[in-house]
């Protein structure tokens, strides 16, 4: 039965009462609502910022210089929602960096660029070892055919032959939808022959052990590894760390060999995309209007509660926000059972992140690049990998930070200039920088302002290693530490990701065993954030599979009570 298309203009009165109401106008969120607008369904948006897009936003933190301030790239958009949303129309273009990373080595004589360039890459990579750049080419083959495998998992609810329907016909309906799903995937397992085992082990296996074992130049192994590892709390030599290897180059289809790129007017400029088109279908968007609580009626969720008093009404709550602020701080203490709860107060959270956003004068030239001129050049549009000459040097980092519960003393620190690329986010002549720091664990003592300084100072010189100068150049700064991270973006604990993206919290046990389908256990409410399958990357995956779900049990609840009321009404024939 198709849902009744009744359209609702972005400008109008607030209707008192909708189908649907989304909390939180993050990417997922505003993906989800758009689909739910596209099927004729009445949506609001309801907004706790005055600006769209979560931690994809663009903002001009210091005057003149327009960051992206919280995620800096995207490589996991789904290509659905881009042509279903029509977002090259709208006016986002993806700034493709070609090279893409560059990891140079502190002794300030040798670096290592990688980019999509196969001979480039061989040239790259010989000078290290003939081994290798032969070695690496086969290595990608290899990865591209187990991304050609997985990569339809990402757009699909996961498969759970025992996930919590809200009623049997559902439950039902997940069990097909399951073994449809697990059919399809081993089929394309047993066109892999042997290469399944290799999937196997980057679920299991640490990517130390993996790389090692492929590739005997360290600065290879690092400069492989540093893009997978970014956002977590983890080191190589963790088991599952390869998953996450997987996961990076999943965005980026089976060409592209793990690019990721800019977009230009920064990340806002897509979230804006999503929202235009979402408030085109008739999803109204109530910017500056945070959420206290869900409204709960009779085991149901019937809409949410403003923090001004306020009543949104609607058949269906959707929450883009993480699985801790929606079950825990907005869901009421009696509304949810007991041990759903306590799974998940006990999720990882963890992540780590220092995030600074740097407002500079010129572009900064590498120690090991000299230019004797100020034109940008392909070091400029790369992702710099500062802070580890090997894999060793990453595990030092982390139990550092894990075993002191403090900042790293040798930062691991991931450093993008956007403006190489786009002009546009800062003034003629200046740049923009972004840096992500790793292993910044939460516990530390952020609310010291003194203590965050000396950490931005060391930051500061840490670049300063590898980029002399750098501190010379700077006009002004953002620091964000993971309590900034949580005030500013409402993350719980300054994850991005919304939970730590470990093998333990993937696919069908993110965020729960059992409610890996968009579900919850509250009727009625679903969640659509990076705290679902497949997490966090701005892809927009977890926004469309839940409107999907949600779509799908609105046509069978549907049907369910017109069955229900034909029975109803059913007369008995007379003998």
Not at 186 to 207: D, H, I, K
Not at 276 to 295: I, N, P, Q, R, Y
Request: contains cysteine; charged residues 20%.
């Amino acid at each position: 039965m198709a849902v009744p298309r009744r359209w609702a203009s972005a400008t109008a009165a607030k209707s008192k009462f909708y189908d649907a109401v989304v909390i939180g106008a993050g990417l997922n969120g505003l993906v989800a609502s758009a689909y739910l607008a596209r099927a004729g369904l009445k949506v609001a948006i309801a907004e706790r910022r005055d600006i769209v897009g979560g931690t994809a936003v663009t903002e001009e933190v210091i005057p003149g210089y327009k960051f992206s301030r919280g995620v800096d790239v995207v490589g996991l958009l789904r290509p659905q929602i881009n042509a279903d949303m029509n977002l090259q129309n709208r006016g986002v273009k993806l700034l493709k960096r070609n090279p893409f990373s560059l990891t140079p080595l502190l002794d300030g004589s040798r670096y290592l660029m990688l980019g999509q360039d196969v001979d480039f890459n061989e040239t790259q990579i010989a000078q290290y070892s003939r081994r290798d750049a032969e070695a690496y080419k086969d290595f990608l083959e290899r990865m591209a055919r187990l991304v050609g495998a997985v990569s339809p998992v990402v757009d699909e609810a996961p498969v759970d032959f025992f996930s919590r329907g809200f009623h049997a016909p559902l439950a039902m309906r997940d069990k097909v939808d399951s073994l449809l799903s697990a059919s399809k995937f081993a089929f394309r397992l047993s066109g892999l022959g042997s290469q399944s085992v290799n999937l196997y082990e980057l679920f299991t296996a640490p990517l130390s052990r993996i790389l090692q074992r492929e590739f005997e130049t360290e600065p290879l192994c690092t400069a492989i590894a540093r893009p997978a590892l970014v956002g977590s709390m983890m080191a190589p030599s963790m088991p599952g760390t390869g998953a996450l290897l997987l996961r990076h180059m999943l965005g980026a289809g089976n060409n592209n060999r793990g690019q990721w790129s800019f977009v230009e007017g920064g990340m806002g400029k897509l979230s804006q995309a999503v929202a235009e088109a979402a408030t085109e279908f008739g999803s109204e968007l109530m910017l500056s209007h945070s959420v206290s609580k869900v409204l709960v009626d009779d085991g149901k969720a019937v809409g949410v509660q403003l923090e001004n008093g306020d009543d949104v009404r609607s058949s269906i709550v959707v929450s883009s926000l993480d699985p801790w602020r929606t079950f825990v701080d907005l869901c009421p203490e009696d509304s949810l059972p007991d041990d759903f709860v306590r799974n998940i107060k006990s999720l990882d959270y963890s992540s780590g992140v220092f995030k600074l956003n740097v407002a500079l004068k010129g572009l900064p030239a590498l120690k090991v690049i000299p230019r004797k001129d100020n034109d940008v050049r392909p070091e400029h549009k790369c992702t710099l990998y500062l802070g580890a000459d090997c894999l060793e040097d990453m595990d030092n980092a982390f139990y550092d930070a894990s075993v002191n519960v403090r900042p790293s003393s040798r930062p691991l620190l991931v450093v993008t200039m956007p403006s190489a690329m786009d002009p546009s986010l800062a003034p003629p002549g200046h740049a923009v920088a972004g840096i992500i720091v790793q292993h910044a664990p939460y516990s530390s003592p952020w609310s010291n302002e003194s203590f965050k300084q000396q950490y931005v100072k060391k930051i500061f010189s840490t670049i300063d290693d590898y980029l002399p100068g750098f501190k010379e150049l700077v006009v002004g700064y953002e620091a964000l530490s993971p309590h900034d991270i949580e005030r500013v973006f409402g993350v719980h604990h300054g994850n991005m990701n919304h939970c730590a993206l470990t093998v333990d919290q993937m696919y069908y046990l993110r965020p729960a065993k059992q409610f890996s389908r968009y579900r919850s256990p509250l009727s009625q409410l679903y969640i659509c954030g990076s705290g679902t399958h497949p997490g966090g990357g701005a892809s927009g995956a977890s926004g469309r599979n839940c409107a999907q779900i949600m779509l799908q049990d609105i046509k069978s609840r549907s049907e369910g009570e017109a069955v229900q009321r034909g029975l109803q009404n059913f007369e008995a024939p007379k003998k």
